[in-house]
């Protein structure tokens, strides 16, 4: 029988291993090291939302979510989160793992009173959560991406009604 999957927040232990999840998963050591700066980041940073998998004793994945706000065209400021980054030890990809992770994530966001999520990421895949193009909603990225790969979800209806505007990420982001 396979072992068990438990997804639950992380813990001052666990650093270690995000960081070689995030590092083995992106191939590469800056998505890595941005949560390690994110957690730094007493503004953004909510230990509730940095989450992960385990099997056994090994964690297998991790999901963060940190604070942003989304700038409008009249200067109001809106609370949000980004989801960024999510990473899945390769050798348990396309088990599941990370759609568990996403879920998760949601519902403790949702529980916390966070209105809305933003995300990066593949529009084939995001979807499936209730992720739409953020442009629904006229949200821009600060940055240049593809308007399917630009997404939000609002966690309570109307969680995003009369938001609109460009979204501000921590500085941290800006390293990746
Ligand atoms: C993106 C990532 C976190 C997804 O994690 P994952 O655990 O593989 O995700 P899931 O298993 O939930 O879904 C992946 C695919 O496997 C499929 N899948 C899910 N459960 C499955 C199962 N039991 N058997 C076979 N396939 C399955 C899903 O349908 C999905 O396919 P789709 O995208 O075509 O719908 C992982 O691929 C990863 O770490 N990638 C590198 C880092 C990265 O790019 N992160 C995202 C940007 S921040």
């Given at each position: 029988m396979a072992a068990a999957i438990s997804i639950r927040q992380e813990t001052a232990a666990d650093f270690a291993a995000v960081f070689d999840v995030n590092r083995l998963a992106f191939g590469q050591d800056n998505e890595a090291r941005l949560v390690d700066a994110l957690r730094a980041n007493e503004t953004a940073f909510?230990?509730?939302?940095s989450i992960v998998a385990v099997i056994g004793a090994i964690v297998v994945g991790h999901i963060l979510f940190t604070k942003i706000t989304i700038r409008g065209s009249n200067g109001n400021l809106h609370g949000s989160l980004a989801l960024a980054p999510m990473a899945v030890r390769p050798e348990h990809q396309k088990q599941g793992i990370g759609s568990q992770l996403v879920r998760k994530g949601l519902a403790v966001a949702s529980g916390l009173g966070f209105q809305s999520v933003i995300v990066v990421g593949h529009e084939q895949y995001y979807?499936?959560?209730?992720?739409?193009?953020?442009e629904k909603w006229n949200i821009k990225a600060p940055f240049e991406v593809p308007s399917d790969a630009f997404m939000a979800i609002e966690?309570?209806?109307?969680?995003?009604?009369n938001v609109s505007g460009m979204v501000v990420y921590p500085a941290e982001f800006e390293s990746v």
């Open positions: 909510v230990p509730e939302l979807p499936k959560f209730g992720f739409e193009p953020a966690l309570i209806a109307d969680g995003l009604r």
